[in-house]
């Protein structure tokens, strides 16, 4: 099993495909950095209602000329965004990928993805 992971790295140190999840950026040591899981397809939903919901709110402020409810607003929303898209695209906890930085014991028990 040693010998597969090694092997897997050694070819391919920066997959596209992890098991289920996408891995779209790497740092410089090889480690997955922004990385989607399978049921990306939920965080999209949940971006859409609440963006929609709070550009209906906005709407109405900007309509009724209350600025300050639409800058708040605004500003929550873009820092909503923000902080919710670092939480779905940051690395969930995958262990670096390099062989070398696992024991030999360890490496035996992973299952590797090919």
């Known amino acids: 099993m040693v010998q597969q992971c090694a092997r897997a790295y050694t070819e391919n140190p920066r997959p596209r495909k992890l098991g289920k999840l996408y891995a779209f950026w ?27 919901l709070v550009g209906m709110v906005l709407k109405g402020a900007v309509s009724s000329d209350q600025w300050n409810i639409f800058y708040a607003g605004l500003a929550v929303l873009l820092s909503h965004n923000l902080s919710f898209l670092a939480t779905v695209m940051v690395n969930q906890g995958l262990p670096p990928r390099n062989p070398n930085a696992h024991s030999k014991g360890y490496l035996n028990k992973v299952k590797t993805f090919e």
């Open 26 to 52: 790497y740092n410089g040591k090889n480690e997955p950095r922004i990385v989607v899981g399978p049921d990306f397809g939920f965080s999209l939903l949940e971006l859409l209602i609440v963006n929609g």
